[in-house]
């Protein structure tokens, strides 16, 4: 029998953050792909569009008017999912298979840039040091307010994923409770810190105990195979347990760092600067402006009624997670379907060979090069 | 304040199946829809078409050619994501984060009907009938080879599903391995026959245990609330931790079942009959051809290794889960992405309201009024 070969021979990864499995099936990339095309990505996009409602000076849905503001603007989403408190709480359960819980929040809206048409990817490394610092004021503002046990800074770009409006914008969505995967994953964190086997030398958690995220990152850095970028404190990888094509997993490896409200000057100009370099091989990927949707995972915000649960929180590593549709070329996505939802994540190509396509793009962007 | 409306006030959902939540937001629907729309669904087909390499007859990608087949045909998908034994095992992984399975099975595909546009909500009930004696069939075939531990039996229905034929077909994905889904689902029955609180009249699983899904489909009996159809042996709820706008859990719940293999004539002539009944209402909501994936859970296949593991399996109750994307048109679908992806499942309308909207369908297809 042969030697086993991961770009043939199917096999199944674990995420040790949520113990799921995604099965690895690599030779079927080869197939001819008969089915559904995605509408190609609009390249040309105005500086300024009289009718998007996101533009500055511009009247959105709900009937405000946006100041013309000049570098990031933060509102309150005029749908927003979760509202502030209070809230009427819910009637008994008639039986433990049907309960409700309260939930209290709010979601904002987060503009990147007064510009229409500049993503991540298009921003000057300074106008994403900005976003970055928007975030940090965002995390710790609603995180001090109203029992906020969470608060979801994510981005969804791209028409395909749900975005509706390409003016460059995120959102966060702050929650009474701590949602179902970071809370996962913070699970996983925790158990890992009493029972993990600590890579020798990676950063330590809190109380000198093994964090999950700082051995992987660790071991990452030793075997260089998965990484799309590094740089001085931040690291960019397609993650061993990657789901989507060209998923990447961005943390920082020099030490344990909770949330992004723990970053230093030098780390936050290194964020911007990796930003820069992932959205940027992204596009060069396919020569098309790249969507994806973007979650920063970290630290839940201080519980008032828990202080042996706050300091646990501590295990908490800050990361950036990127899913991205696109398989194999601007109109032709990975569809994560049937077995997929109905049994077990699946790939078509491996993450080595994934970071490798990314690795091998240019840190200049495509449209630069015209 | 006033009093709590499910339909009006946020809140959180608990899927006991996988103890993950799902938040509900059903004011959200209002907000206008800027976004990407579908594109429509072609409604009319030819009764054969020469390009399409599962009508009888035709030559498929792999170079064979199927036979003139006239009921349902099933052969071995030409790009299996999963081969048969033997297979090169894996290195020792070099750190626990970074492990290494190897995983085996078959991957086939079910053609459900010579005729190129028949789907099953379009097909005659003894059609249907046919379909379901083939997945039994299959079921008991790939679940008797190998070490095969789980029968995977789904459909994709639609271009927007990742379905690249419309030619009515599933495909069933045989196991080495309890995929992550079923695992999380079988675990969480497990727990609950030890520990659940069961509700009084419910049929009870192996050992007079408690039934998870058993009890939840007694109560759903009871309050009607969600209940889409049902007939003498089966029930069809929006469940109550529906994710999918108008998903759909069909359960049998006069007896504890743990497969397709176990079920009784009746209960197979009662299951085409309602899977009818729920691709035509689907069918209706939107006056379109409704996608979706439909997925089978049931007991895994016997192990050789361990007979007390096999005894704990019969705690499996078979079900079926339809995920269908469309939310509010033809050609307006729910986005599952950046806070859903990232943090937790969200949700627009009520299980209530969802359930109400396809009862009030009509049982006659759109198409046959006209
Ligand atoms: O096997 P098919 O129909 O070509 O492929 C479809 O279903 C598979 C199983 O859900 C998915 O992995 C593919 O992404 C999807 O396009
Ligand atoms: O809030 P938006 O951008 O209108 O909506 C988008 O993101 C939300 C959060 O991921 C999703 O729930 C929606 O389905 C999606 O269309």
Redesign the interface.
């Known amino acids: 029998?042969?030697?086993?070969?991961?770009s043939t021979?199917?096999?199944?990864?674990?995420n040790?953050l949520t113990n799921?499995?995604v099965?690895v099936?690599p030779?079927?990339n080869?197939?001819?792909?008969?089915?559904?095309t995605e509408?190609p990505q609009v390249t040309s996009l105005p500086q300024y569009d009289s009718d998007c409602y996101l533009c500055p000076g511009n009247v959105r849905?709900g009937g405000q008017r946006n100041p013309v503001y000049d570098q990031t603007y933060t509102f309150v989403n005029?749908?927003?999912?979760?509202?502030p408190p209070?809230?009427?709480?819910?009637?008994l359960a008639?039986?433990?298979?049907?309960?409700?819980?309260?939930?209290?929040g709010a979601c904002d809206v987060l503009i990147f840039h007064p510009r229409h048409d500049l993503t991540l990817a298009r921003l000057a490394v300074e106008d994403i040091g900005r976003v970055i610092d928007q975030w940090i004021h965002i995390y710790r503002q609603r995180g001090s307010q109203d029992g906020i046990r969470?608060v979801?800074i994510?981005?969804?770009k791209g028409?395909?994923?749900?975005?509706?409006?390409p003016h460059p914008h995120g959102?966060v969505?702050s929650?009474s409770?701590v949602?179902?995967?970071?809370a996962t994953e913070i699970a996983s964190l925790k158990r890992y810190s009493f029972s993990?086997?600590p890579?020798s030398e990676a950063p330590r958690g809190p109380k000198g105990r093994p964090c999950?995220l700082c051995?992987?990152a660790h071991?990452e850095m030793h075997?260089q195979e998965r990484i799309v970028v590094q740089n001085e404190y931040w690291v960019a990888v397609v993650p061993?347990w990657a789901i989507w094509p060209f998923e990447i997993l961005l943390l920082p490896y020099k030490r344990h760092i909770p949330s992004i409200a723990h970053l230093s000057a030098e780390e936050k100009s290194a964020l911007a600067n990796i930003l820069v370099k992932i959205t940027t091989r992204y596009d060069n990927l396919f020569s098309c402006s790249f969507a994806y949707?973007?979650?920063i995972?970290q630290r839940p915000t201080p519980s008032s009624s828990s202080q042996d649960e706050d300091e646990q929180d501590d295990i908490a590593h800050l990361h950036f997670?990127f899913?991205p549709p696109l398989l194999r070329s601007a109109t032709i996505r990975k569809?994560l379907?049937?077995?997929e939802?109905?049994?077990?994540?699946?790939r078509d190509l491996t993450p080595e060979q994934a970071a490798g396509r990314l690795r091998d793009c240019s840190e200049v962007h495509y449209l630069d090069k015209e």
Chains 1, 2 share one sequence.
Not at 9 to 14: C, D, E, N
Not at 179 to 182: A, S
Request: glycine share 6%; with cysteine; net charge negative.
């Open positions: 029998m042969s030697e086993f070969d991961p021979h199917p096999h199944r990864r674990l040790p799921e499995h099965l099936s030779h079927r080869k197939r001819p792909w008969l089915g559904q509408a849905s005029d749908f927003a999912a979760v509202l209070p809230a009427p709480s819910a009637p008639p039986h433990p298979l049907l309960t409700t819980e309260p939930v209290h969470y979801q994510f981005e969804n028409a395909i994923m749900g975005c509706s409006n959102q969505w929650l409770e949602p179902t995967l970071p993990g086997s890579a999950l051995d992987y071991l075997q061993w949707s973007m979650g995972h997670h899913s569809f379907v049937g077995f939802l109905m049994s077990e994540a699946q």
